[in-house]
């Protein structure tokens, strides 16, 4: 029989002892399992920082979910009850809804002596929803559980909801689910007939059409890249006064797994080293329910207690953004950051990012940070990508936001205000760039998005196939993305504007003519080589040569970027390996025609990088024991 005093129930953090320590901080101390000067530690950092001491006492010294609860179940008179091994009613959690359970943090379980018994983590929360649960259910009495049980119950019972609002929460016109492989394979062989057909019949007449466009474009590509360049040089007039948030936020980051088993030990090792507050640091680990071996691998080491894996379920799809929607069902914080699983932020990283915010207006809903790679010198491939890397984040991206076009934004280093990413539903689960997606998504709806200079290292992907393989799904997603958006041209010119409209045909469209034209681009190397090219004698020789200029001017562009990136990347040794990117960027074009191929066949399908493959030499070399956090046990039974 369950034991329950209803007198007894009461804020536990409100209840103050002689020296100022609330019931639960007073019962941890008694227990023996933190000290006075602890606990008086962690009543003023829960005041300062406007948490429940709990969470102060959890993720900054280490008391375990199950030492909490137990000390809150002495003080209050309630029973502990682990809805896991012994479910809830599903008729109760029906009544109250799924949806509040996740947003109160409490779970009505059972209907025993008259009464409805209310399951709670946090008793201040069952004290919060105490009318509008009597309005529901009469009589009530709180029991505790801790809040991994209580969020694991949640999970199980919500059975395919959450899976399928994480799938579908983006609406459906901003969303590429409805994207017909079929009718787009249709489509793909009656473009490549016709080109043929006009091969056959004007092959001339073909190869000047599509130097023409593959002109337009080259022009337009090169002249944003070079004023890009130039305005990302200028130095901005920054405020001399930089606010400091009075109190810093909680922040969630999000850390999708999948078949992690190389780089999980380095991951753990360089989120410990965040220097930010543990009592505002809440990291998931996002897990998929099917991928067995990196939950293994998780499972043989002690997170620390402000990170915690979060599983999610099998769906139709397995990709990131689905796991990410389904993980912010269960985030804590106010800021929703995400890195990918090879990362190295810097240790200074969030606190950065949380003064970024407290001196940004709402409108800007997404700070983005730059990616560098850690494995810059394993070899020529990865060399190159670095130079890639640091033109793109260091130079194009902040050009593209000082010039107020849409910012495409990178899979990782992402920061955004959690009101905001749930106002745009979130991730487009179908798409394979659902960052570029989103990048769109945020300027449609009238936010904004600010580079940061924190840097967040990576692992340069090494090996010439899954190079391709990771480009293609980057190239395919960005052919998604701008077909999703240019549904209804007069809505997104409306929603942008002409200047950011114009902005997505050149970032998109001319993105992707660029890849897949660039054979036509790379013949007029030919008379620079003393070769006859097909086309000079049917053109005027002004004009032939003004095609040779503009060609050998974009490449001296993308040689200048490649400089002004390594330099602002402080990786001036790799400047002698720009001349080689004339060698590196084929692979993109075989990448572009592989992820067009896959628009009509797989246009979902994740086509996974593995990591940890090509690691730093020191940490390949250098023997670590395993992770061993400060976990402190729970009360005995």
């Not at 001399?240 to 109190?247: I, M, T």
Request: aromatic share 10%; glycine share 6%; proline share 6%.
């Amino acid at each position: 029989m369950l034991r329950f005093d209803v007198h007894n129930q009461r804020l536990n953090e409100r209840i103050l002892s002689d020296d100022g320590l609330s019931a639960l901080s007073q019962g941890l101390v008694q227990s023996l399992l933190i000290t006075h000067v602890e606990a008086t530690e962690a009543e003023t950092l829960s005041q300062k920082r406007n948490l429940p001491v709990q969470d102060v006492l959890i993720r900054r010294f280490g008391v375990s979910q199950l030492s909490v609860a137990r000390t809150h179940a002495t003080y209050a008179g309630a029973q502990i009850v682990n809805p896991v091994t012994a479910p809830p009613d599903m008729s109760l959690v029906f009544i109250y809804g799924i949806a509040n359970c996740l947003e109160n943090g409490i779970l009505p379980w059972r209907h025993i002596g008259g009464a409805t018994i209310i399951l709670t983590s946090h008793p201040e929360k069952f004290e919060t929803q105490r009318p509008a649960l009597q309005a529901r259910f009469g009589r009530i009495r709180m029991a505790i559980t801790t809040e991994e049980q209580l969020a694991r119950c949640i999970s199980y019972l919500s059975g395919g909801t959450l899976v399928k609002t994480a799938e579908t929460t983006v609406p459906s016109l901003e969303s590429c689910r409805n994207w017909n492989a079929r009718r787009a394979m249709f489509a793909g062989v009656a473009v490549l007939g016709t080109i043929a057909l006009l091969g056959y019949l004007a092959p001339i007449g073909l190869l000047a059409a599509l130097t023409v466009w593959a002109a337009v474009t080259l022009f337009f590509g090169t002249a944003l890249k070079a004023v890009a360049a130039v305005v990302s040089c200028r130095t901005a007039q920054e405020s001399s006064q930089v606010a400091v948030p009075v109190r810093m936020p909680v922040i969630t980051m999000l850390v999708p797994l999948y078949k992690e088993t190389a780089i999980a030990e380095h991951l753990l090792r360089r989120l410990k080293a965040l220097d930010y507050p543990r009592e505002l640091l809440d990291v998931c680990l996002v897990l998929e329910e099917s991928d067995v071996t990196t939950r293994a691998t998780l499972g043989r080491t002690v997170l620390p207690t402000w990170m915690r894996p979060v599983v999610v379920p099998k769906g139709t799809i397995k990709t990131k953004p689905r796991a990410l929607n389904y993980a912010l069902n269960f985030a804590h914080g106010s800021i929703i950051g995400i890195w990918d699983a090879e990362d190295a932020p810097n240790p200074d990283q969030l606190s950065e990012v949380a003064i970024a915010f407290a001196n940004s207006g709402s409108e800007v809903a997404c700070l983005q940070g730059t990616l560098d790679y850690y494995n810059s010198s394993a070899n020529w491939l990865t060399r190159c990508f670095s130079l890639e890397y640091a033109s793109w984040f260091r130079i194009m991206l902040p050009g593209l936001e000082k010039l107020g076009l849409v910012v495409p934004l990178g899979g990782t280093t992402l920061f955004f205000r959690r009101d905001a990413l749930e106002n745009l539903g979130g991730w487009d689960a179908h798409n394979v760039t659902e960052d570029a997606d989103l990048g769109v998504r945020l300027c449609r709806h009238g936010y904004r998005t600010r580079l940061i200079h924190t840097v967040t290292e990576e692992e340069a992907n090494g090996r010439a196939w899954p190079w391709v393989k990771q480009r293609s799904r980057w190239l395919k997603g960005y052919a998604i993305t701008y077909g999703v958006h240019m549904r209804d041209p007069s809505k997104l010119w409306q929603d942008l504007g002409p200047k950011r409209f114009l902005g997505v045909q050149l970032l998109f469209l001319g993105t992707l003519s660029q890849f897949v034209l660039a054979p036509v681009l790379w013949s007029f190397w030919l008379p620079v080589l003393g070769v006859a090219h097909p086309l000079a004698p049917f053109m005027h020789p002004v004009l032939f040569w003004t095609l040779v200029a503009l060609f050998i001017t974009s490449e001296l562009v993308g040689l200048a970027m490649a400089a002004l990136g390594a330099h602002k990347a402080d990786k001036m040794w790799l400047l002698k390996w720009a001349p080689t990117l004339q060698f590196y960027f084929p692979l993109a074009a075989i990448a572009a025609y592989k992820g067009l191929f896959e628009l009509a066949s797989r246009p979902f399908y994740w086509d996974k990088t593995a990591h940890g493959v090509l690691l730093p030499k020191e940490w390949e070399t250098k023997a670590t024991p395993p992770l061993q956090p400060l976990v402190r046990p729970a009360l005995a039974e």
